[in-house]
């Protein structure tokens, strides 16, 4: 039983205009919620996370928003750039406790 | 910046080897992972520590082991590898006094078992 959701398993986007990676959760106890960018044999790499207690965090490029009601995260990031073409894993955690659950992951392409 | 390493990136054994993925990390983290990873699948827990002495099974059964006899170090064996243990196993590690539970990784090894 997944806790942790990513439905589009690809996304395709020209460079420059606005990505939007969703995810969705079942759980009401994740307190934190992470995005991870991974690259081909590579390790995920964080990219920016936000608290339950929150609605949106930004960090340059990247925004994270939450919908607690509606379970529901996305991820925006403007302008894409090329070097954004990656899989991108929704993560998720209570009390930061015992590692991170995570969804299988959305491979954004951008395009030039 | 992350200071976790594995090794070996790349191996290709063929079944009933014995096999030890390694991870290091150099940020005295007393919490590490290992994860399993499949392409287009998420990432499944298969081994955690606390700290020294301390190992715990993840969410996903598996049949490796791990020890951890340093804080540093925390390697990954498989006793007689098979086939179905062919896959990408990634080692993290995290910082317990931080609540957001994120996760340093390292680049991760990738096992293919003939």
């Known amino acids: 039983d997944q806790q942790v959701k990513q439905n589009s398993p690809s996304l395709s986007v020209q460079e420059g205009r606005i990505s939007i990676l969703n995810c969705d959760y079942t759980n009401s106890m994740f307190d934190y919620f992470l995005w991870y960018k991974k690259y081909p044999a590579e390790g995920p790499t964080f990219l920016i996370s936000i608290s339950s207690i929150k609605d949106k965090n930004e960090d340059g490029r990247f925004t994270v928003f939450l919908n607690k009601s509606a379970k529901h995260l996305s991820l925006h990031i403007v302008p894409s750039q090329p070097g954004d073409s990656a899989v991108y894993f929704c993560a998720a955690t209570q009390g930061g406790a015992d590692g991170l659950t995570f969804g299988k992951g959305t491979h954004l392409i951008i395009q030039p | 910046e992350a200071d976790i390493y594995q090794t070996p990136r790349y191996l290709v054994i063929g079944t009933g080897k014995k096999i030890t993925l390694e991870c290091s990390q150099t940020?005295?983290?007393?919490?590490m992972y290992w994860y399993q990873q499949d392409p287009g699948m998420e990432l499944h827990l298969i081994h955690y520590s606390y700290g020294v002495n301390s190992t715990e099974k993840g969410d996903l059964s598996s049949e490796s082991t791990v020890s951890r006899i340093r804080t540093e170090h925390f390697p990954l064996t498989l006793e007689s590898a098979r086939p179905s243990h062919t896959s990408q196993y990634l080692c993290?590690?995290?910082?317990?006094?931080?609540?957001?539970?994120?996760?340093?990784f390292g680049e991760g090894s990738r096992l293919t078992v003939l």
């Open positions: 940020m005295g983290h007393d919490k």
């Open positions: 993290a590690s995290s910082d317990p006094s931080v609540d957001t539970g994120e996760l340093f």
